[in-house]
């Protein structure tokens, strides 16, 4: 039998092969998976339109956001640095992208002295929060976070962004400036030996200070709990491949004199647009490393459809129902959907259509929280109902039973049969009490809690 490419390369990638030859080879099998995932969700064409969109949003308020962040910035008299700086975002450019940035500054001082007041300083702030927001919603996407933050937090929260943002930036780089004016760098600078060390450090510190910048953004802007370790992880990354797409990118600009030959005076325009999609979207790949960090189990599937086994269903809906049994007993754990995919570590989009299916059936409940809890007394949940919802439940289709051949009709009932004899009159207490002595058992150690304290 021929093998499928497609499926070997999986097998490689998702299998175990690779981490039974130590830890090379857990190094490379987990290099391998973050790439194919990342490589995986840029070509599906997500991240590209959302880089796409982005770049728009871009457009119409870069004026808007930086004149109200020099706004910010002439109350502590340190609007000048950040004008300075603003040269380095199209330094890929070359010349070119010195001029554009005069331009954009000539208009940003423009507004500032002749518009900025009145209706047009709510409609600038109104544009720059816009601007936020449509990061936040492109974050949202990669965190599979579907409802965004109300009203008032997101205007309170945006506004400390664009409040506090330019100020920590720029205090941020006069830090560093003051750092290497001082006379004990200066002597390492010129010690033979620690010199070069200190000459490759400040040549990192606008990648580091980039990468610090992503990761903020990672940790801040998603309307879910991100662990700082996953927005490190995702801001390194991020800043690493920015690190490298500006060396690639200035080469290109450098020697695309054919280009600009073919389109030009449309050839600087395409190009800024270039490099501004390409910065959005290594912001986005980033940020899905770090979630990929967070949350391994989603890996595999990306944002496929999952597709699960009768048999894997049904173990789901009785895994669910005793890890909620089990935080229901001990007044101290609380479970949610995302704590039941860590514990279990399948992606909560799986788990969500077994989860509905138990709450419209009164097995499951939830409170103000959206923490979960048995739907009923868990003395008279049978395991029986459990099974039935995701056994003989949400079928679709036809409107009536097939005409079943009496053979197959006897040996299904017979199955049926089978599978309720095992679980008889069994309840969801049963089963707790079970799992319960099993855990005390020494001989079956590992079998305990998943939920954790909270």
């Known amino acids: ?13 998702w299998g175990d092969a690779l981490e039974r030859q130590g830890l090379p080879g857990r190094i490379v099998s987990n290099v391998m998976r973050y790439l194919y995932a990342v490589l995986r969700d840029v070509f599906s064409g997500q991240l590209n339109l959302r880089a796409m969109s982005l770049v728009y949003t871009t457009l ?27 040269y380095l975002l199209l330094e890929p450019l070359g010349d070119k992208g010195i001029e554009i940035t005069d331009n954009v500054m000539a208009l940003v001082h423009n507004v500032n002295g002749s518009v900025l007041g009145g209706v047009s300083l709510a409609f600038f702030i109104w544009t720059a929060i816009s601007m936020v927001q449509k990061i936040e919603e492109s974050f949202n996407y990669v965190w599979y976070v579907s409802k965004p933050r109300n009203f008032a937090r997101r205007f309170t929260e945006y506004m400390f962004v664009l409040l506090i943002g330019p100020v920590a930036i720029v205090i941020a780089l006069g830090m560093i400036t003051g750092l290497q004016n001082q006379e004990l760098v200066q002597y390492l600078l010129r010690n033979e030996i620690v010199g070069p060390v200190f000459v490759a450090t400040g040549k990192l510190t606008p990648y580091l200070l980039v990468s610090g910048v992503f990761a903020f953004l990672y940790w801040y802007m998603p309307n879910t709990r991100v662990r700082v370790s996953s927005a490190l992880i995702g801001g390194l990354a991020g800043g690493f491949i920015w690190a490298s797409m500006v060396i690639i990118f200035t080469t290109f600009v450098a020697s695309a004199a054919r280009t600009q030959a073919v389109y030009a005076s449309f050839a600087i325009a395409i190009i800024t647009l270039i490099w501004v999609y390409l910065n959005w979207l290594i912001l986005l790949i980033g940020s899905q490393l770090a979630f990929y960090y967070q949350n391994p189990a989603y890996m595999p599937i990306g944002r496929r459809e999952p597709r699960l086994s009768n048999s894997m269903r049904e173990r789901l809906a009785l895994n669910i129902m005793l890890l909620v049994a089990q935080a229901h007993r001990h007044a101290d754990q609380r479970l949610n959907v995302q704590a039941l995919s860590d514990a279990l570590q399948i992606p909560s989009l799986t788990l969500a259509p077994i989860i509905t299916g138990l709450e419209h059936n009164d097995l499951l409940a939830s409170d103000e929280k959206e923490f979960l809890l048995p739907g009923r007394e868990m003395a008279r949940t049978s395991l029986r109902d459990i099974l039935d919802v995701v056994r003989g439940q949400g079928e679709t289709g036809s409107h009536r039973d097939p005409q079943w051949t009496g053979t197959i009709d006897t040996l299904g009932q017979e199955l049926d049969d089978a599978i309720l004899a095992t679980v008889g009159d069994s309840s969801l207490s049963d089963l707790l009490d079970r799992a319960e002595s099993r855990s005390a058992d020494p001989s079956t150690a590992g079998d305990g809690h998943l939920v954790d304290e909270e």
């Open 1 to 13: 039998m021929k093998t499928n490419p497609i499926e070997h390369l999986n097998e490689l990638i």
């Open 60 to 86: 119409l308020s870069i004026v808007p956001l930086i004149a109200f962040s020099f706004s910010v910035l002439k109350g502590f008299g340190i609007h000048e640095q950040l004008e300075e700086r603003m």
